[in-house]
């Protein structure tokens, strides 16, 4: 919610930047938006901690054929399903790493039919020096995978812990409660 003050004071910064169009507006804040998360995420305490969490979840953002037939997002959003909550949506998906406090440190909208490990290794490639060396990411089944895993042991020098599958041998464990 934005305090009236806040919002004259973005409407006046639109008008003097020249941005006609609020969609304009905000996909060109994006890089900025970003940035001002990641000092928000600094000044917690956190940050400093070596736990990360990582996961994605679906945003819907049309719920009937018609809307989806005349949405200017066509092209960019699509049909996904949602296995947590046994649902198809059309959409994006929102791919979080965070901190223990939920605090956003990167993230990114994808197509849902993106696979997750590669939508995530994207983001750390782009933003790796997020990423400190020795830090521990904590996800779900959905990261399982030896390309992922190497990547981020081998490239990020970070440690991944996810549920074990059940066709693998044993090795983290059951992790929900610290992923909740």
């Known amino acids: 919610m934005l305090s009236d003050a806040e919002l004259l004071c973005l409407a006046v910064a639109q008008q003097l930047l020249g941005v006609s169009s609020e969609r304009r507006w905000i996909r060109s804040l994006g890089g900025l938006m970003s940035a001002v998360i990641t000092e928000l995420a600094r000044d917690v305490d956190s940050w400093h901690d070596l736990l990360r969490l990582v996961d994605s979840t679906p945003l819907p953002c049309a719920a009937s054929r018609e809307t989806v037939k005349r ?8 049909y996904g ?3 947590s909550h046994s649902r198809f949506f059309w959409g994006f998906r929102l791919y979080l790493i ?3 406090e939920g605090m956003p440190i990167i993230w990114g909208l994808a197509h849902p039919k993106l696979g997750e490990r590669e939508v995530t290794q994207a983001l750390l490639e782009r933003d790796h020096q997020l990423i ?3 830090q521990v ?8 995978g030896k390309d992922f895993e190497t990547f981020i042991t081998d490239k990020l020098g970070a440690h991944l812990i996810r549920p074990d599958r059940k066709n693998e041998k044993p090795r983290f464990g059951k992790v929900a409660r610290h992923r909740q």
């Open 132 to 134: 400190a060396a020795g």
């Open 71 to 78: 949405s200017e997002l066509a092209g960019h959003a699509g």
């Open 137 to 144: 990411i904590v996800g779900d089944k959905g990261f399982a």
């Open 98 to 100: 965070s901190t223990a």
């Open 81 to 83: 399903c949602c296995a």
